[in-house]
């Protein structure tokens, strides 16, 4: 998990029957009718004045219309008197952004979609460069302990600033700018450590072993998060490929790409992979096509996903022909495995493709898509719903490993003293001398 990448990161949607409706929408532009004290014959009655929406509340209209036209579920939105919701909304005093947001806000909380939310300029703007693979921070990625619910540094990213100051995998982050991080959860401490750069922010930090934190102050700039991360690694003779994916931004397919092309050759005198382990543990999720193209890349004419839109048409997805890797593969999942990396995982579970290692995914079967408002604000709405190519729902279930790994499960994935990946890497040698033999 990173500042970048909160647990319920949104994906854009790929169903091209809810981009035909989406961008078909207009701005609301409403009247209200002004009651006349006097009755009058209707003949005589003159045109009543108009009174049209101010723009803060044009913005409340909007997000209405918009979450009215594309939510996955309209029978949810009848449910809860959805026409009602905006009528409320309106009737409140809003003269400023902050009021329409607030607004916005109470409006979309009774559909009960956390999926389904508002967005406000400075997370709209940070999630957007997400997508893109940089972002304007410090450069930590974060995790949350079951045990206690503390906020932990599961690595600082190489170059970024604080990998400068010295902060350590394993660290609990205590405060940001004096904000208690269990007050503020996961995503909330992300978005806090997120800001323009050059700005600075004051975290508090704990080193692992020590029993005094440390205030320090960190200069935000911008990020690579690099999303893809390959290496090779030599197990009992053989060379094994490691390719791990934190998310799916835009830059992940290509990225990929290149990765497996460099395992399927020579390399500093170093043989071809023998054996591919894909990571995608904390992978939360991202950008649905970019996980789509991963899942092309793999998969030699298998579907992928079957997508459900708000009509309830579906729309089956396969992989083209061939692949970029055909040779012995094992994916590693946890439970920071989530919607789009959950789509690939799925995907190469039900076709036989690839076991997964390590423990249940997170269970997240919902596609949003984003809708920006005009004024730097925007939409993140669930448009889909989708499913395992052999059927399976995985909203609120995730998926079950082939391989369960023993607990505890390893706080920094790649790291030192990853046992999950030397147990994986142990399987897939396995597997690759009894193949041989056959």
Aim: hydrophobic content about 40%; glycine content about 10%.
């Amino acid at each position: 998990m990173s500042e970048a990448a909160p647990p319920t990161s949104p994906a854009q949607p790929f169903a091209t029957g809810a981009r035909r409706r989406l961008a078909g929408l207009l701005s609301l532009l409403a009247v209200i009718g002004l009651l006349l004290p006097i009755p009058q014959s209707p003949a005589l009655m003159p045109p009543r004045p108009a009174l049209a929406l101010s723009d803060v509340q044009a913005l409340v209209v909007d997000a209405w219309r918009l979450v009215n036209q594309s939510y996955v579920n309209p029978a949810q939105l009848e449910a809860v008197h959805w026409r009602r919701l905006r009528q409320k909304a309106l009737e409140q005093s809003i003269v400023s952004s902050s009021q329409a947001y607030d607004a916005i806000e109470t409006m979309l909380e009774p559909i009960g979609d956390p999926y389904t939310r508002l967005m406000r300029p400075a997370d709209f703007g940070s999630l957007q460069s997400n997508t893109r693979g940089t972002v304007s921070g410090v450069g930590l990625q974060l995790g949350i302990r079951a045990s206690d619910q503390v906020i932990v540094v599961i690595a600082p990213l190489d170059g970024s600033p604080a990998a400068a100051a010295g902060i350590a995998s394993g660290s609990e982050l205590v405060s940001v700018n004096g904000l208690g991080t269990k007050e503020l959860g996961l995503e909330a401490t992300a978005a806090a450590l997120r800001g323009e750069a050059g700005s600075d922010v004051i975290v508090t930090v704990l080193p692992p072993g020590k029993e005094r934190a440390k205030e320090t102050v960190l200069r935000r700039r911008q990020v690579d998060l690099q999303p893809v991360r390959p290496s090779r690694v030599i197990r009992a003779g053989h060379q094994l490929g490691v390719l791990r994916i934190t998310q799916f931004s835009e830059p992940v397919p290509e990225q990929v790409r290149d990765a497996l092309q460099a395992f399927r050759q020579a390399s500093a005198g170093q043989p071809p992979i023998e054996g591919l382990l894909l990571d995608l543990r904390n992978n939360s999720g991202g950008l649905v096509q970019a996980g789509l193209a991963v899942a092309n890349g793999l998969l030699d004419a298998e579907p992928i996903v079957e997508t459900q839109d708000r009509g309830g048409i579906s729309d089956r997805q396969v992989a083209g022909a061939g692949s970029l890797y055909a040779g012995p593969m094992l994916t590693l999942v946890n439970g920071g495995t989530a919607s789009a990396s959950e789509i690939l995982a799925g995907a190469l579970q039900d076709s036989g493709r690839s076991p997964l290692a390590g423990s249940r995914t997170y269970g997240k079967g919902l596609i949003q898509t984003l809708i920006p408002l005009g004024d730097g604000s925007g939409l993140a709405v669930t448009v889909a719903r989708y499913l395992t190519p052999s059927g399976r729902d995985i909203q609120n279930q995730g998926i079950e490993p082939d391989l369960p790994l023993a607990e505890p499960e390893p706080l920094n994935p790649g790291g030192p003293g990853d046992n999950w990946l030397e147990e994986a890497e142990a399987w897939l040698v396995n597997a690759i001398e009894t193949a041989a033999k056959q």
